[in-house]
């Protein structure tokens, strides 16, 4: 019998089938989906692979498959999924099929991956009877061996580190009663619980609204028929869509099915996962996502895979979860960047799970209070079905939203960060003893660093970007690659002490709060405040529950959160996302305006947001005033068709890089040179850019370069794309790197 292998492998030219002989030995163990370790080429070392076909014989004299993982891992629908994300994503099967895998299972040292987890546990060897006659007898002297076997009497089965813990004893006199026969020590597998520590009181679920109701029973009708279909649930903020949610998987469930609901990385607040918890248990849900450890991680998969977990909650890699009998996917915030990946295979999640929606006949149900101008965009066409939510949840009124012009305030004489409106309100806030939530898009203390007498400005060694004031630390520090070096007391270029800070970012925020409000109790959340584990929970649990007056924050504050005193949110500075060269820099204002505002105000108390900016005539910011999407859609929408974006065209960035910046150059060309010949040869309907130097045109001390096309994604075009990644897999670039985005989440990196 021969099996057809996919080689582990980013070489474009190895992305193809390799036939093998599976030997006597292991026929009945390799299957279609198994794991296996192949020899290859002239490697001495054995090479990764995947069984995705058998069949009697082949036409190539062939090696033998030396050896097996003992299970069958891929299912038939896995395989095609990677074959499908391969060719769109213009990647390898191989990186497709890796994210199938168990978390910490793909590590080239076979030794360094996760395992399961093991304990020891220690019971008696001997009847109670005995060991109390053997005490009685002076059999046993030690009173340390005594206090042991009394301790494991009364407790029963414990773990050696419970043992020497609560009873003070040591390992050696358990490893000595062990010998004598009083003891012994047995390994058991124990289940890694990331809800460990948590008591959860359960939740009953709650009447729904009508618009509830009509949205429940739409999804309802495409589940008993079997049939995929596409649904978005267009609610306002607070309008009660995550029990739409819940009650849609409570259906499901009944029917034997499980469920994926993915929720971007920033929401995956204790908040949220607590709901599902609270309302099914801990022991039909899965949690897959990043502040998880991996060991976590991978046994929250085998709970998955095993079928103890029928719903599995997480950030855009659950919906690689390997779950039986799928009977619903819902993608809650589904605008949110975070469901494209940015690394190889840049895949986007929401089109994956489209995919899977249709292989298993079943809907697919995208959630959000600012949709993704694509998604509003077919729903108008009706090629989803829209289904709206218009009223916030318990009849809770929505916030009102007042736009204060900057301009103005530094005009009257204001440098200070806040408004003289802002601050008044602030005020109010605490002196009716309400919280606030004040959101800054920004980390760190001061965005750059400038000498006002030569005008040199502290950039990264690696990375052709400014580097940002931490004065926690007291560094500054590159976002981009984490370079960090001391603060600049002369100027490197002419030695004048002029330096200067410029720009705000949220730890000069909390600064300026602290002194405008010292009796105001404050807590700050951004990436460098949470970098433990649980210290996102943390920050949230302590503003919940302690009376923390003032939240600080960046986009993590944004969503998945209510606090029901939070009556006032306070946007600093609006203006950074429509400073950025994308296309997308009005739709992504807009959606944060107004996922910010929608923290304010949850319950009966009327909600205040204020939003400073420097640019009050913005389209998206007055629409953003108003609450309006329609209005912003339609606006926007006009503009993207006259300037040929998505939804009217797809996108393709193919990106250079390398650390020899004259060989990024010519390879750019070189390959705008191929794509351009082929496009007259072959009347591609494309519109072809020329290579330029990306607006970041340096990270990590790699050079980079980028071309744009503009066209209607088709397996013409793939295959144009296939043949140009194979031209030049060929040439021996070495350092030089070629990446293909479809789509990507910004064209101003």
């Not at 931490?470 to 007391?489: F, P, Q, V």
């Not at 990644?725 to 479809?742: A, F, G, H, P």
Request: charged share 30%.
């Amino acid at each position: 019998m021969i099996a057809e292998i996919i080689i582990q492998s980013n070489v474009k030219n190895l992305n193809r089938i390799f036939d093998y002989q599976i030997p006597n030995n292991l026929v009945q163990n390799v299957k279609i989906g198994s794991r296996v370790f192949v020899p290859f080429g002239n490697k001495k070392s054995l090479e990764e692979g995947y069984v995705i076909g058998i069949k009697e014989k082949s036409k190539y004299e062939v090696k033998e498959i030396a050896k097996v993982e003992d299970e069958s891992i891929l299912s038939d629908t896995q395989i095609k999924l990677a074959n499908w994300m391969a060719k769109r994503y213009f990647c390898n099967v191989s990186d497709c099929l890796k994210l199938m895998m168990a978390p910490g299972t793909t590590r080239k040292n076979i030794e360094n991956r996760v395992k399961e987890k093991s304990i020891n546990f220690v019971t008696l060897n001997k009847d109670i009877d005995e060991i109390e006659e053997d005490i009685e007898n002076k059999k046993i002297k030690s009173d340390k061996q005594i206090r042991t076997l009394r301790f494991i009497i009364e407790n029963g089965e414990v773990t050696v580190s419970d043992l020497e813990m609560f009873a003070d004893t040591t390992r050696a006199i358990v490893n000595t009663l062990c010998k004598n026969g009083y003891l012994e020590i047995s390994e058991k597998q124990v289940q890694r619980n990331p809800f460990q520590n948590k008591n959860i009181e359960r939740t009953e679920k709650i009447q729904l609204t009508e618009e509830q109701k009509n949205a429940y029973d739409s999804v309802c009708d495409s589940i008993e028929d079997k049939l995929f279909s596409e649904f978005l649930l267009y609610g306002v903020t607070g309008s009660g869509k995550t029990e739409v949610y819940m009650q849609l998987i409570e259906k499901v469930l009944k029917e034997g099915k499980s469920s994926i609901l993915l929720v971007p990385e920033i929401s995956l607040t204790p908040q949220t996962v607590n709901r599902f918890v609270a309302r099914f248990g801990e022991e039909q849900i899965a949690i897959l996502h990043s502040k998880l450890s991996i060991g976590e991680r991978y046994d929250e998969w085998h709970k998955i895979k095993n079928g103890q977990a029928k719903i599995a909650i997480g950030a855009r890699s659950a919906i690689f979860a390997p779950l039986d009998d799928l009977g619903l996917i819902i993608i809650d915030e589904e605008h949110d960047s975070s469901y494209k990946a940015e690394s190889v295979p840049r895949y986007d999640a929401k089109e994956v799970a489209r995919f899977l929606a249709k292989e298993n006949n079943i809907p697919l149900l995208l959630g959000s209070a600012t949709p993704d101008i694509s998604s509003y965009y077919k729903a108008q066409k009706e090629e989803i079905m829209l289904l709206p939510l218009t009223k916030r949840a318990n009849d809770a009124s929505l916030p009102t939203v007042e736009i204060v012009d900057l301009r103005e305030e530094l005009a009257n004489g204001n440098k200070s960060m806040f408004s003289r409106k802002l601050y008044d309100e602030i005020s109010k806030n605490l002196q009716n003893k309400k919280q606030t939530i004040l959101f800054l898009n920004r980390r760190g203390f001061s965005t750059f660093v400038m000498c006002r007498e030569c005008g040199y400005t502290a950039k990264c060694k690696n990375c052709n970007i400014n580097l940002t004031y931490h004065a926690s630390k007291g560094k500054l520090k590159c976002h981009y690659c984490g370079y960090e070096t001391e603060i600049l007391k002369k100027c490197p270029e002419c030695g004048s002490n002029q330096i200067r800070y410029f720009g705000t970012g949220t730890q000069k925020l909390e600064a300026e709060v602290n002194k405008l409000f010292p009796n105001a109790t404050t807590i700050r959340m951004d990436v460098d405040t949470v970098t433990k584990k649980n210290s996102h929970e943390q920050i949230l649990d302590k503003f919940k529950n302690e009376n923390i007056d003032i939240l600080i924050g960046t986009q993590m504050v944004v969503k998945g959160h209510h606090f029901p005193n939070v009556t006032l949110v306070g946007v600093v500075a609006a203006d950074s996302s429509l400073n950025i060269d994308d296309f997308r820099a009005n739709e992504r204002t807009f959606q944060t305006l107004i996922q910010v505002a929608g923290r304010a105000g949850r319950e009966q108390e009327k909600g205040r947001v204020i939003i400073q900016t420097y640019n009050p005539d913005n389209f998206a910011i007055e629409c953003s005033k108003m609450q309006n999407y329609e209005l912003f859609y339609k606006t926007e929408i006009s503009l993207r068709k006259q300037l040929k974006y998505p939804p009217f065209c797809d996108i393709i960035l193919i990106g250079v890089t390398s650390n020899n910046e004259k060989k990024v150059i010519d390879t750019s060309k070189k390959i705008h040179q191929y794509l351009k010949k082929r496009l007259i040869e072959e009347n591609f309907a494309i519109i072809l850019y020329p290579p330029v130097s990306a607006p970041v045109d340096r990270i990590k001390n790699k050079y980079r370069w980028r071309i744009i096309i503009k066209c209607k994604i088709d397996d013409k075009i793939i295959g144009l794309i296939d043949d140009m990644q194979k031209e030049y897999s060929k040439m021996n670039l070495q350092d030089t790197r070629i990446v293909v985005d479809l789509n990507p989440n910004s064209l101003a990196q």
